[in-house]
């Protein structure tokens, strides 16, 4: 079976669903990985000193390292604006994610719940346009994508001051993927791979409370079960 991710940034899929995708990978499912920008917009050039230009080449040669780390099945890294995609006609980005599940012809996509986690901007545009664009292309009739799945967080909503992270109730989850010691150490050193995020890494206490159950909802479809996988009672 063959499983996108789609995120707007470079990171999003280490500080979010990383242990899943080792897992899936280690059951012999495709994992890819589409992020929409190259994250140029990051606070974090101001320490380094480099201009935008500069930051994401930065940031595209970490994720990279994400992709090796991860043993991703392939990876596609857009340029669109990092933090403007509130500002782009939302086609713009649904065309761009089109061309990549055509050419991938995934059984599952996977973005953002309705929340984005933390509540960033391109975190809730994503969310909006891959919904969109997946409830357009069913009724279209299109035999890939066949389900759209939403990463999200368990438990209660967590903040520090400085970081806020949005959990999904129980009854919104639909599967929860097991992850081993192995997927575990995957995920620590996919973080790892972004050697100028490592002050956000450890100040967000990520590697602390991301847990080896990994929550994901599922849109669209009611279950008499819970689902045994990610690919369990495709429709």
């Known amino acids: 079976m063959k499983i996108l991710y789609i995120f707007p940034h470079p990171d999003d899929e280490s500080f979010g669903p990383a242990p899943a995708m080792s897992a899936q990978l280690s059951q012999g499912h495709d994992v890819h990985l589409l992020t929409l920008t ?11 000193g480099v201009d935008k230009e500069e930051m994401g ?6 994720m990279k390292c994400v992709e090796r780390t991860l043993g991703l099945t392939g990876m596609t890294v857009l340029d669109l604006p990092d933090g403007e995609l509130k500002h782009l006609d939302p086609l713009i980005i649904e065309n761009e994610i089109e061309r990549e599940i055509v050419s991938i012809e995934p059984d599952v996509i996977v973005t953002y719940a ?10 809730l545009v994503s969310h909006a346009v891959v919904k969109n664009l997946f409830c357009r ?11 759209l799945a939403f990463f999200t967080r368990m438990g209660e909503t967590y903040t ?3 970081f806020r992270l949005s959990a999904s109730s129980d009854s919104e989850i639909a599967y929860v993927e097991n992850c081993s010691e192995k997927d575990m150490v995957a995920f620590h050193d996919a973080l790892d791979c972004y ?15 991301t847990s080896n159950k990994v929550p994901f909802e599922i849109f669209g479809e009611s279950f008499e079960r819970p689902l045994e996988s990610m690919f369990d009672q495709l429709p």
């Open 57 to 62: 080449r930065l940031r595209h040669e970490e």
């Open 137 to 147: 292309m069913k009724r279209r009739g299109d035999e890939f994508p066949k389900r």
């Open 160 to 162: 520090d001051g400085k």
């Open 38 to 48: 190259k994250g140029e917009a990051t606070k974090q050039r101001f320490r380094l």
């Open 195 to 209: 050697e100028t995020y490592q002050q956000v890494i450890a100040d967000s206490h990520v590697k602390d409370l």
């Open 114 to 123: 309705v929340h984005g986690v933390s509540g960033f901007h391109d975190h």
